[in-house]
Structure formats: C-alpha cells, structure tokens
C-alpha cells in the first residue's frame, strides 16, 4: 500500500512541475508587443477591478484571407500582426503592431506574427485579452485613464495565445 501512495504523490509532483515548467517557458518565450485600444470602459464589480478593452485588431472583416461571404457561426481564426511603427512611451520605445490578414488554418512557425483569436457575428475577433485585471493597489493609477490614449504591452509566444502584460499610457 506505502508503494502505491508514493507512486501517485510521486506522479501528481511530476505532473504539477511540468505543469509550472510549461507555463514558465510561455512566460518566458515569445515577442513583446504593443497594441493600440480602441476604447476601454473601467469597471468596479464585485467580482474585482478590471478594464474592458476594445482592439482595432478584432476588425478583421475586410482582411485578405477572411473567408466571403462572411460566416454565419463563430470560428477560430490566426490573424497576422504586422509592425506599424515603433512607439515612445516613456522612457521604453515598443514595435506598435496592427491586423493584416487572416487564416482559418494554424499557420506554419516562422517570422510572421500569427495571434489566435474566436470570431464571432457582431463581435469581431476576441483574442482573450479583452478584460485587464488590477489589483486594489492600482485602483488609484487606473482610475486616471479616462483621458489620453491607452496602449497594451501583450506577449505573443509560439502557440499564438496573446497574454496581456502591462497598461501603458502615452
């Protein structure tokens, strides 16, 4: 009996490591980016703090490689980012990224940028990085961003999952 328990204890610890080894790497690999918002609206429910941010990357609809007529049904999609320019914020300088085409087909690993999202009639493209939480702490420093434009520092890694980082203002 002593054995078995050891081997699930063993088994869940090696599951778990591998598990925050994982999660680590993702962290860790990938390409910063900046992101413009379109808008964004604070929020103070019980749930906790957050922004609810809009992208001009969910407007893939015009996008070479969006499929016509337009679909009916949500779908995954890729969307390729492509560098607009470089952007001061601060005293860090970022590569601001926009939308230029799209792909039903997870795209083959190379230099392009490929972000996975869920389109949807109506709503666009949804890329998971649509609500930013905060902590109580800066509750304060959020509540200043109703003027002046707001920027997101998101990470892209290889899987293609966007991974809000940071809010940054100009």
């Known amino acids: 009996m002593r054995l078995w328990l050891r081997i699930a204890l063993a088994g869940q610890l090696v599951f778990f490591m591998g598990w925050a080894g994982l999660e680590e790497w993702r962290h860790h690999s990938g390409v910063t980016l900046l992101l413009e918002t379109e808008g964004y609206d604070p929020r ?19 996008l070479r490689g969006f499929p016509r007529p337009e679909p009916v049904r949500p779908m995954e999609i890729w969307v390729r980012l492509e560098p607009l320019g470089s952007v001061k914020l601060g005293l860090r300088s970022y590569n601001s990224y926009r939308a230029a085409e799209v792909s039903q087909s997870a795209p083959l690993v190379g230099q392009a940028k490929w972000a996975k999202a869920r389109w949807a009639p109506g709503s666009g493209a949804v890329y998971g990085i649509e609500r930013y ?13 109703r003027s002046g434009r707001v920027w997101v520092e998101a990470q892209l890694p290889a899987d293609g999952q966007l991974r809000l980082l940071d809010i940054v203002r100009q």
């Open 133 to 145: 939480y905060f902590s109580e702490a800066r509750k304060e420093s959020m509540q200043g961003l």
């Open 44 to 62: 103070d429910l019980l749930s906790g703090q957050y922004l609810q941010l809009n992208y001009p990357i969910r407007h893939v609809e015009n």
